[in-house]
């Protein structure tokens, strides 16, 4: 069982691996020293060093004031905000922009870097650019064997790109200026339009205020015919109560005469001595030849008109011609009163449908006004909205955007010490490489050997 368990796999014990370390520590050594004399030799004699300039800008982010924060908006305000609007810059979009091919061949052909055979992709690989944590600033860095054109490459990039911010703001307000100024042209002419609009409406005959004064005037003709009416109305029932009043008064009076006439009589009988008649007397003491003793005792009866039942007949008849004198005139009140409410009514029935025609055509031109004022309104809102953005405009083009939003915090200086190559870490790391690969050489030795000498197994 034991010599099955040998032919699967070979036990390698700790010590073994010691030993062969030891044996093997020439080969361990050698192979350092030739890896260190490798590393050595290309940093020292074969690699140039390279040198690191490093200039810093700091973005302000000054053309976020060029950006409408309003721009979500739907009035003509709004859509001129998001036409005129700005690219928003940030961070990341600068480092973007600082590789831009124009700012590379712009510094290629100010510095003559041509003739030192660097182009474009040579150039950019130069660059590396860093942000710093929770800041604005960007760290440009430009790495070069030449010292000094690496320096003047980081100073000539960080010019090169505020005047490209600033090229590249001014031809966005200059095609926005445009745009805006051609657009100024057609806005002008709809206000001109809309302002003869509301010339030709307030030319019209009856207008808005000329309609209001004629309706104030029939509502004042109304309100007259109204309150004459009223006053009509309350002199007939004063007039009416008077006639009544006396109407009353006057048949009262003729009942009370009537009841006087029927209490008294017509005539009147009266009996007297017939001396008392001198003339009769005398007649018949002539045709009797009596003596007046004789006719003392004769009396005689007379029979008279009742004056009082005279007097009371006369006022019965004044009475009932009073009376019915006062029911004409009572009905001569009432007709003429109707007559003049006929007459009123019908003038205030006019007079309000005078003010509904009124009302209905001045309702309809102020309609129209209020149409005509708001379209000019409009057109001169908008046309001074698109003035006002285009003086905008045009203040942008004339403003150095790049150096208010990019300043160069520090300039390049030309560095003293190489970045690379690191020849410290290059002879480290060549060290530990060279143990790593002479150990495996010797364990691979000792394997190789190991194997040749085990006896094949039957």
Do not use: C
Not at 43 to 56: G, L, M, Q, R, V
Not at 170 to 178: C, I, P, Q
Not at 402 to 408: A, C, R, T, Y
Not at 412 to 427: R, W
């Amino acid at each position: 069982m034991d010599q099955v368990n040998n032919t699967g796999y070979d036990e390698i014990s700790l010590r073994e691996l010691i030993g062969a370390l030891l044996d093997g520590w020439k080969i361990i050594t050698i192979i350092t020293i030739i890896s260190l004399l490798a590393s050595g030799i290309f940093s020292f004699i074969i690699t140039d060093p390279t040198y690191e300039a490093e200039t810093t800008l700091m973005a302000s982010l000054a053309t976020d004031r060029l950006t409408n924060m309003n721009i979500e908006s739907e009035d003509i305000e709004g859509i001129l905000n998001s036409i005129s609007a700005y690219p928003t810059m940030t961070l990341q979009t600068y480092k973007q922009q600082i590789k831009n091919p124009q700012i590379l061949i712009e510094t290629i052909e100010e510095l003559e870097l041509s003739k030192e055979d660097i182009t474009i992709d040579s150039l950019t690989n130069m660059i590396s650019l860093e942000t710093m944590k929770d800041t604005n600033l960007i760290v440009v860095k430009v790495s070069n064997s030449d010292k000094e054109l690496a320096t003047k490459i980081a100073n000539t990039i960080a010019q090169k790109f505020t005047s490209f911010i600033t090229d590249m703001a001014r031809e966005h307000a200059s095609k926005t200026s445009g745009f805006i100024n051609s657009q100024l042209e057609v806005e002008k002419e709809k206000v001109d339009q809309a302002l003869l609009d509301l010339k030709v409406f307030l030319a019209q005959p009856r207008g808005v205020e000329e309609l209001n004064k004629e309706i104030q005037s029939k509502q004042q003709e109304l309100n007259d015919y109204k309150d004459r009416l009223s006053r009509e109305e309350v002199n007939y029932k004063d007039a009416l109560l008077q006639k009544e009043m006396e109407e009353k008064l006057i048949s009262a009076q003729l009942k009370s005469a009537k009841e006087q006439l029927n209490n008294t009589s017509k005539k009147l009988v009266t009996k007297k001595s017939i001396l008392e008649d001198s003339l009769l007397s005398d007649m018949i003491k002539e045709s009797s030849n009596s003596t007046t003793k004789d006719i003392a005792d004769i009396e005689m009866e007379n029979e008279e008109i009742n004056p009082a039942y005279i007097t009371l007949i006369e006022s019965i008849n004044e009475y009932e011609i009073d009376l019915n004198k006062v029911k004409q005139e009572k009905e001569n009140i009432t007709y003429s009163y109707k007559k003049i409410k006929e007459i009123l009514s019908d003038k205030i029935d006019i007079v309000k449908q005078d003010v509904e025609s009124l009302q209905v055509e001045l309702a309809e031109k102020e309609h129209q006004e209020k149409l005509i004022l708001r379209n000019v309104n409009l057109a001169q809102s908008i046309y001074d909205s698109f003035l006002e953005k285009y003086e905008a405009t045009r203040v942008a083009e004339s403003t150095e955007i790049g150096e208010s939003s990019i300043n160069i915090v520090s300039k390049a200086i030309t560095p003293e010490k190489p970045v690379a190559p690191n020849k410290k870490l290059n002879l480290a790391i060549a060290g530990v490489l060279g143990v790593m690969i002479g150990v495996f050489v010797v364990f691979f030795r000792q394997y190789w050997i190991g194997s040749k000498e085990k006896p094949a197994i039957n």
